[in-house]
Structures are given as C-alpha cells and as structure tokens.
C-alpha cells in the first residue's frame, strides 16, 4: 500500500506542477484507496487539462471516468480500464464487499461505460477489463 501511497502522491506533485492544459497520461495504476484519486481528479477537472490513458487504469483509477468531463479523456493503443466491486479492507485484513459504494460508483460512470459493465453483469468481486475496440468505441484515440 505504501508504494501506491507514494505513486499517487508523485502523480498528484506531478500533476500540481505542470502548466495548463497539459496532458496527464496515466501509464499504469493498479488503483488503491478512493480519496487520493478523487482528490487528484478533481484537480485535473478543475485545470482544463486533457488525460491521455496510455496503459493500465484499474480500480480507483477508472474514477477519472467519471470525474474528469468525457471530452477531455482519450485513449491510446496500451489503454486497459479494470472494473470491481468496491470493498473494504478492516485493520485484521479481512475484505468486505461494499455493495452500496458498487451502486453509487457504476451510477457515476458514464452512459457507455454503465452499458458496457451491465452488459458484463455489473462491477462483481471479478475484474472486468476494457479495452482495445471496445474502449475505442467509447474514447476516441489520442492525436
């Protein structure tokens, strides 16, 4: 956790930094805990800038879906977005599924994506994974 801990706060110095309208690319998240990613989203949504998925976005990283307007995200090649339920992990370690954090999350996705995760059988413990033509029929492609 706390290699995650730092990459998120490393992206979120990075992303402090940079000038307007830049491009944030995300290369490879595995995701982590909620709230550093909403709060590193919410700064890009409030910047202007464009994110560029360039890689694997998974788990709390697929909030930039919904957090960041869907004219400002694109996607390359590499792009994986990886969807679950949400859960909860206690101070012994144990995961606990979080089944209204699931229905408030795959709400806040948009439309496409909503469809894509329900035509899947919606966001369960099993990762569901995004990408290729599918992906490119829901983000354009990067220019």
């Known amino acids: 956790m706390a290699i995650i801990r730092i990459a998120v ?6 992303a402090a930094i940079l000038p307007v309208r830049a491009d944030i ?11 550093p990613f909403l709060e590193l989203f919410g700064r890009v949504r409030e910047s202007g800038e464009r994110v560029v998925i360039d890689g ?3 788990s709390a990283c697929t909030l930039v879906l919904m957090t960041v307007p869907t004219e400002r995200i694109c996607v390359t090649r590499r ?4 969807f679950h ?7 012994r370690g144990r995961i606990y599924a979080e089944p209204e954090a699931s229905r408030a999350v795959e709400a806040a996705y948009p439309e496409p994506v909503r ?6 059988g919606g966001l369960t413990s099993r990762l569901l994974l995004l990408r290729g033509r599918e992906l490119a029929a829901i983000y354009p492609r990067c220019r």
């Open 9 to 14: 706060a490393a992206v979120g110095l990075v």
């Open 25 to 35: 690319r995300i290369l490879a998240s595995p995701g982590g805990e909620v709230g």
């Open 56 to 58: 694997p976005c998974l």
């Open 79 to 82: 792009a994986v977005l990886g």
């Open 85 to 91: 339920a949400a859960r909860s992990i206690d101070r």
């Open 115 to 120: 469809r894509w995760i329900m035509r899947r």
